[in-house]
Protein backbone atom coordinates (compact mmCIF):
# COMPACT_ATOMS: atom_id res chain seq x y z
CA UNK A 1 0.00 0.00 0.00
CA UNK A 2 2.58 2.28 0.56
CA UNK A 3 4.43 1.66 -2.14
CA UNK A 4 1.57 2.23 -3.76
CA UNK A 5 1.23 6.12 -2.83
CA UNK A 6 4.75 6.82 -3.02
CA UNK A 7 4.26 5.84 -6.80
CA UNK A 8 0.92 8.22 -7.20
CA UNK A 9 2.80 10.73 -5.34
CA UNK A 10 4.70 10.79 -8.18
CA UNK A 11 2.93 10.14 -10.84
CA UNK A 12 1.22 13.75 -9.28
CA UNK A 13 4.35 15.77 -9.98
CA UNK A 14 4.02 15.61 -14.17
CA UNK A 15 0.49 15.99 -13.77
CA UNK A 16 0.88 19.12 -11.81
CA UNK A 17 3.28 20.70 -14.21
CA UNK A 18 0.87 19.56 -17.21
CA UNK A 19 -1.55 21.56 -14.82
CA UNK A 20 0.58 24.47 -14.27
CA UNK A 21 0.95 24.78 -18.02
CA UNK A 22 -2.71 24.48 -18.87
CA UNK A 23 -3.62 27.22 -15.67
CA UNK A 24 -0.58 30.07 -17.21
CA UNK A 25 -1.64 29.43 -20.76
CA UNK A 26 -5.12 29.96 -20.80
CA UNK A 27 -4.80 33.30 -18.44
CA UNK A 28 -2.21 34.31 -21.12
CA UNK A 29 -5.08 33.59 -23.81
CA UNK A 30 -7.37 35.48 -21.44
CA UNK A 31 -8.01 38.98 -23.42
CA UNK A 32 -6.24 42.43 -21.36
CA UNK A 33 -5.40 42.33 -18.04
CA UNK A 34 -5.84 44.12 -14.69
CA UNK A 35 -4.48 46.92 -15.73
CA UNK A 36 -6.35 46.74 -18.80
CA UNK A 37 -10.06 47.49 -16.98
CA UNK A 38 -8.06 49.90 -14.71
CA UNK A 39 -7.90 52.07 -17.80
CA UNK A 40 -11.47 50.98 -19.48
CA UNK A 41 -12.90 52.51 -16.54
CA UNK A 42 -10.73 55.67 -15.91
CA UNK A 43 -10.19 56.71 -19.73
CA UNK A 44 -9.03 60.27 -18.29
CA UNK A 45 -5.65 58.59 -16.94
CA UNK A 46 -2.86 58.73 -19.14
CA UNK A 47 -1.65 55.05 -20.51
CA UNK A 48 1.48 55.78 -20.83
CA UNK A 49 0.93 55.08 -16.42
CA UNK A 50 -0.91 52.26 -16.85
CA UNK A 51 2.22 51.28 -19.24
CA UNK A 52 4.82 51.33 -16.87
CA UNK A 53 2.82 50.17 -13.84
CA UNK A 54 2.75 47.33 -16.45
CA UNK A 55 6.35 46.98 -17.13
CA UNK A 56 6.90 47.14 -13.44
CA UNK A 57 4.96 44.29 -12.51
CA UNK A 58 6.64 42.60 -15.39
CA UNK A 59 4.03 41.31 -17.87
CA UNK A 60 5.83 43.02 -20.46
CA UNK A 61 8.38 40.30 -20.19
CA UNK A 62 8.35 37.05 -22.50
CA UNK A 63 5.83 34.20 -21.63
CA UNK A 64 8.69 31.49 -20.67
CA UNK A 65 10.26 34.41 -18.10
CA UNK A 66 6.35 34.97 -16.63
CA UNK A 67 5.62 31.15 -16.54
CA UNK A 68 9.08 30.44 -14.95
CA UNK A 69 8.88 33.35 -12.18
CA UNK A 70 5.15 32.46 -11.66
CA UNK A 71 5.76 28.38 -10.70
CA UNK A 72 9.12 28.68 -9.23
CA UNK A 73 7.17 31.31 -6.87
CA UNK A 74 4.30 29.02 -6.49
CA UNK A 75 6.51 25.84 -5.71
CA UNK A 76 7.63 27.90 -2.52
CA UNK A 77 3.68 28.67 -1.49
CA UNK A 78 4.45 32.39 -2.50
CA UNK A 79 1.22 32.65 -5.51
CA UNK A 80 2.49 36.49 -5.87
CA UNK A 81 0.18 40.20 -5.17
CA UNK A 82 -3.26 40.32 -6.03
CA UNK A 83 -3.63 43.18 -8.96
CA UNK A 84 -7.07 44.37 -7.94
CA UNK A 85 -7.07 44.07 -3.81
CA UNK A 86 -3.74 46.61 -3.27
CA UNK A 87 -1.70 45.44 -0.47
CA UNK A 88 -3.08 41.99 -0.39
CA UNK A 89 -1.20 38.72 -1.21
CA UNK A 90 -3.17 35.99 -3.44
CA UNK A 91 -2.48 33.90 -0.27
CA UNK A 92 -4.01 35.66 2.10
CA UNK A 93 -7.15 36.24 0.11
CA UNK A 94 -7.41 32.77 -0.32
CA UNK A 95 -6.67 32.04 3.42
CA UNK A 96 -9.39 34.27 4.16
CA UNK A 97 -11.96 32.39 1.96
CA UNK A 98 -10.70 28.91 1.89
CA UNK A 99 -12.01 27.64 5.21
CA UNK A 100 -15.94 28.82 3.88
CA UNK A 101 -15.63 26.97 0.79
CA UNK A 102 -14.41 23.69 2.48
CA UNK A 103 -16.83 24.05 5.46
CA UNK A 104 -19.72 23.99 2.63
CA UNK A 105 -18.00 21.29 1.02
CA UNK A 106 -17.69 18.99 3.51
CA UNK A 107 -21.51 20.16 4.80
CA UNK A 108 -23.03 19.47 1.17
CA UNK A 109 -21.18 15.92 0.91
CA UNK A 110 -22.56 15.31 4.09
CA UNK A 111 -26.15 15.21 3.13
CA UNK A 112 -25.70 14.13 -0.02
CA UNK A 113 -24.43 10.70 1.36
CA UNK A 114 -26.87 11.11 4.82
CA UNK A 115 -30.04 11.12 1.90
CA UNK A 116 -28.97 9.36 -1.09
CA UNK A 117 -27.35 6.09 0.02
CA UNK A 118 -30.31 5.33 2.65
CA UNK A 119 -32.96 6.18 0.04
CA UNK A 120 -30.75 4.34 -3.04
CA UNK A 121 -30.72 1.25 -0.38
CA UNK A 122 -34.47 1.06 0.03
CA UNK A 123 -35.11 1.75 -3.61
CA UNK A 124 -33.22 -1.37 -3.88
CA UNK A 125 -35.11 -3.25 -1.64
CA UNK A 126 -38.18 -2.07 -2.69
CA UNK A 127 -38.17 -1.66 -6.42
CA UNK A 128 -41.15 -0.23 -8.35
CA UNK A 129 -43.01 1.11 -4.63
CA UNK A 130 -44.07 4.43 -3.70
CA UNK A 131 -40.56 5.38 -2.52
CA UNK A 132 -38.78 4.18 -5.43
CA UNK A 133 -40.86 6.04 -7.83
CA UNK A 134 -40.65 9.42 -5.68
CA UNK A 135 -36.94 8.74 -5.36
CA UNK A 136 -36.58 8.37 -9.11
CA UNK A 137 -38.31 11.53 -10.17
CA UNK A 138 -35.89 13.50 -7.50
CA UNK A 139 -33.42 12.46 -9.23
CA UNK A 140 -34.07 13.24 -13.03
CA UNK A 141 -35.49 16.48 -11.77
CA UNK A 142 -32.28 17.25 -9.50
CA UNK A 143 -29.75 16.66 -12.49
CA UNK A 144 -32.35 18.27 -14.76
CA UNK A 145 -32.67 21.43 -12.66
CA UNK A 146 -29.24 23.99 -12.70
CA UNK A 147 -28.21 25.00 -9.41
CA UNK A 148 -28.89 28.35 -9.50
CA UNK A 149 -32.01 27.98 -10.88
CA UNK A 150 -32.80 26.05 -7.54
CA UNK A 151 -30.77 27.89 -5.44
CA UNK A 152 -33.31 31.22 -6.71
CA UNK A 153 -36.44 29.11 -5.54
CA UNK A 154 -34.68 28.25 -2.08
CA UNK A 155 -33.96 31.50 -1.17
CA UNK A 156 -37.93 33.07 -2.58
CA UNK A 157 -39.13 30.47 -0.72
CA UNK A 158 -37.53 29.35 2.27
CA UNK A 159 -35.80 32.67 3.20
CA UNK A 160 -37.78 35.44 1.96
CA UNK A 161 -41.47 33.55 2.04
CA UNK A 162 -41.14 31.21 5.19
CA UNK A 163 -38.19 33.19 6.81
CA UNK A 164 -36.68 29.53 7.91
CA UNK A 165 -33.22 29.98 6.58
CA UNK A 166 -30.83 33.17 5.72
CA UNK A 167 -30.02 33.81 2.34
CA UNK A 168 -26.79 34.94 2.68
CA UNK A 169 -23.52 35.05 4.38
CA UNK A 170 -22.28 32.89 6.87
CA UNK A 171 -22.77 34.59 10.58
CA UNK A 172 -26.05 36.47 11.76
CA UNK A 173 -23.92 38.59 13.58
CA UNK A 174 -20.24 39.15 13.50
CA UNK A 175 -18.29 38.31 17.00
CA UNK A 176 -20.46 35.37 17.73
CA UNK A 177 -17.85 32.33 18.94
CA UNK A 178 -18.31 29.27 20.61
CA UNK A 179 -21.11 26.59 19.92
CA UNK A 180 -23.55 29.50 19.19
CA UNK A 181 -21.24 30.57 16.20
CA UNK A 182 -21.06 27.17 15.31
CA UNK A 183 -24.91 26.08 14.96
CA UNK A 184 -25.13 29.61 13.41
CA UNK A 185 -22.93 28.89 10.74
CA UNK A 186 -24.32 25.48 10.14
CA UNK A 187 -27.74 27.58 9.61
CA UNK A 188 -26.48 29.87 7.14
CA UNK A 189 -24.81 26.54 5.36
CA UNK A 190 -28.00 24.87 4.99
CA UNK A 191 -29.60 26.64 1.33
CA UNK A 192 -26.06 26.50 -0.20
CA UNK A 193 -25.06 23.32 1.50
CA UNK A 194 -28.71 21.62 -0.36
CA UNK A 195 -28.22 23.73 -3.55
CA UNK A 196 -24.52 22.17 -4.15
CA UNK A 197 -25.48 18.94 -3.35
CA UNK A 198 -28.40 18.88 -5.30
CA UNK A 199 -26.74 17.17 -8.72
CA UNK A 200 -24.99 14.83 -6.66
CA UNK A 201 -27.28 13.66 -4.51
CA UNK A 202 -29.39 12.42 -7.33
CA UNK A 203 -26.46 10.93 -8.71
CA UNK A 204 -25.54 8.84 -5.70
CA UNK A 205 -29.23 7.90 -5.44
CA UNK A 206 -29.36 6.30 -9.12
CA UNK A 207 -26.21 4.99 -8.57
CA UNK A 208 -26.53 3.48 -5.28
CA UNK A 209 -30.35 1.71 -6.64
CA UNK A 210 -28.36 0.19 -9.88
CA UNK A 211 -25.51 -1.40 -7.47
CA UNK A 212 -27.59 -3.02 -4.75
CA UNK A 213 -30.05 -4.23 -7.52
CA UNK A 214 -27.34 -6.10 -9.37
CA UNK A 215 -25.30 -7.28 -6.59
CA UNK A 216 -28.90 -8.43 -5.02
CA UNK A 217 -28.79 -10.60 -7.83
CA UNK A 218 -25.49 -12.57 -7.53
CA UNK A 219 -24.89 -15.95 -7.44
CA UNK A 220 -23.10 -15.42 -3.92
CA UNK A 221 -26.35 -13.50 -2.55
CA UNK A 222 -28.27 -16.02 -3.32
CA UNK A 223 -26.53 -18.54 -1.47
CA UNK A 224 -26.09 -16.39 1.71
CA UNK A 225 -29.79 -16.50 1.79
CA UNK A 226 -30.37 -20.60 1.18
CA UNK A 227 -27.91 -20.84 4.26
CA UNK A 228 -30.23 -18.93 6.00
CA UNK A 229 -28.66 -15.88 6.64
CA UNK A 230 -30.60 -12.81 7.94
CA UNK A 231 -31.78 -10.02 5.33
CA UNK A 232 -29.92 -7.35 7.23
CA UNK A 233 -26.85 -9.36 7.39
CA UNK A 234 -26.93 -10.16 3.81
CA UNK A 235 -27.79 -6.29 3.06
CA UNK A 236 -25.20 -4.83 5.56
CA UNK A 237 -22.33 -7.44 5.57
CA UNK A 238 -22.32 -8.20 1.60
CA UNK A 239 -24.42 -6.67 -0.24
CA UNK A 240 -23.67 -2.49 0.72
CA UNK A 241 -19.74 -3.50 1.23
CA UNK A 242 -19.87 -4.21 -2.97
CA UNK A 243 -22.12 -1.58 -3.98
CA UNK A 244 -20.13 0.91 -1.96
CA UNK A 245 -17.63 0.55 -4.66
CA UNK A 246 -18.82 2.74 -7.63
CA UNK A 247 -20.00 4.86 -5.18
CA UNK A 248 -16.10 5.84 -3.66
CA UNK A 249 -15.24 6.63 -7.27
CA UNK A 250 -17.78 9.39 -7.22
CA UNK A 251 -16.58 10.31 -4.06
CA UNK A 252 -13.27 10.58 -5.72
CA UNK A 253 -13.98 13.24 -8.04
CA UNK A 254 -16.79 14.70 -5.80
CA UNK A 255 -14.29 16.72 -4.26
CA UNK A 256 -13.43 19.20 -6.69
CA UNK A 257 -16.48 19.17 -8.13
CA UNK A 258 -18.32 20.77 -4.96
CA UNK A 259 -15.49 23.25 -4.64
CA UNK A 260 -15.73 24.13 -8.19
CA UNK A 261 -19.07 23.83 -8.30
CA UNK A 262 -19.54 26.43 -5.26
CA UNK A 263 -18.67 28.74 -7.88
CA UNK A 264 -22.11 29.95 -8.92
CA UNK A 265 -23.43 28.77 -5.55
CA UNK A 266 -21.76 31.20 -3.78
CA UNK A 267 -22.32 33.61 -5.86
CA UNK A 268 -26.40 33.20 -5.83
CA UNK A 269 -26.13 33.22 -2.10
CA UNK A 270 -23.50 35.64 -1.83
CA UNK A 271 -21.60 33.26 0.75
CA UNK A 272 -17.51 34.70 1.00
CA UNK A 273 -15.64 31.57 -0.48
CA UNK A 274 -12.94 30.84 -3.09
CA UNK A 275 -16.09 30.89 -5.41
CA UNK A 276 -16.97 34.15 -4.98
CA UNK A 277 -13.59 35.30 -5.21
CA UNK A 278 -12.63 33.81 -8.64
CA UNK A 279 -15.56 34.90 -10.22
CA UNK A 280 -14.67 38.61 -8.72
CA UNK A 281 -11.02 37.92 -10.52
CA UNK A 282 -12.25 36.90 -13.21
CA UNK A 283 -14.43 39.36 -14.21
CA UNK A 284 -11.65 42.24 -12.89
CA UNK A 285 -9.12 39.74 -14.61
CA UNK A 286 -6.42 39.30 -11.34
CA UNK A 287 -4.95 36.26 -13.12
CA UNK A 288 -2.92 35.56 -10.34
CA UNK A 289 -5.61 34.78 -8.13
CA UNK A 290 -7.50 33.12 -10.79
CA UNK A 291 -4.47 30.85 -11.38
CA UNK A 292 -3.65 30.19 -7.77
CA UNK A 293 -7.25 29.11 -7.07
CA UNK A 294 -7.63 26.96 -10.31
CA UNK A 295 -4.10 25.20 -8.78
CA UNK A 296 -5.52 24.60 -5.76
CA UNK A 297 -8.73 22.91 -7.00
CA UNK A 298 -6.97 20.56 -9.51
CA UNK A 299 -4.35 19.61 -6.68
CA UNK A 300 -7.89 18.86 -4.65
CA UNK A 301 -9.12 16.78 -7.22
CA UNK A 302 -6.06 14.96 -7.20
CA UNK A 303 -5.81 14.03 -4.11
CA UNK A 304 -9.60 12.82 -3.78
CA UNK A 305 -8.56 9.96 -6.60
CA UNK A 306 -5.59 8.92 -4.12
CA UNK A 307 -8.20 8.90 -1.00
CA UNK A 308 -10.73 7.18 -3.41
CA UNK A 309 -7.52 4.32 -4.78
CA UNK A 310 -7.11 3.89 -0.79
CA UNK A 311 -10.60 3.19 0.22
CA UNK A 312 -11.10 0.90 -2.88
CA UNK A 313 -8.49 -1.52 -1.03
CA UNK A 314 -10.73 -0.97 2.55
CA UNK A 315 -14.02 -1.95 0.82
CA UNK A 316 -12.80 -4.41 -1.41
CA UNK A 317 -9.84 -6.74 0.25
CA UNK A 318 -9.44 -8.39 -3.54
CA UNK A 319 -7.45 -4.91 -4.49
CA UNK A 320 -4.41 -4.76 -3.52
CA UNK A 321 -1.42 -2.17 -4.69
CA UNK A 322 1.21 -4.51 -3.83
Do not use: C
Not at 176 to 188: L, S
Not at 195 to 205: D, K, N, R, S, V
Not at 272 to 289: E, H, K, Y
Amino acid sequence: MYKYIIRRILVFIPMLFALTIIVFGLSQLAPGDALTGKSLADPNVDPEVYEQQREALGLNDPIYVQYWRWISSAAQGDFGDSLIFNGRTVAQLIEDRIANTLYLGLFSLAITIIVAIPIGIYSARKPYSLLDYGATGFGFLGLAIPNFFFGLIAIYVLSINLGWFPSQGTLSTPGITGFEAFVDRIHHMVLPGITLGLAGTATYMRYMRSEVLDVLGSDYIRTARAKGMSDSNVLYKHTLRNALIPIITLMGFEIGVLLSGAVITEQVFQYPGLGTLFLSSVVNRDFPVVMAIAMILGVLILVGNLIADILYSIVDPRIRYD
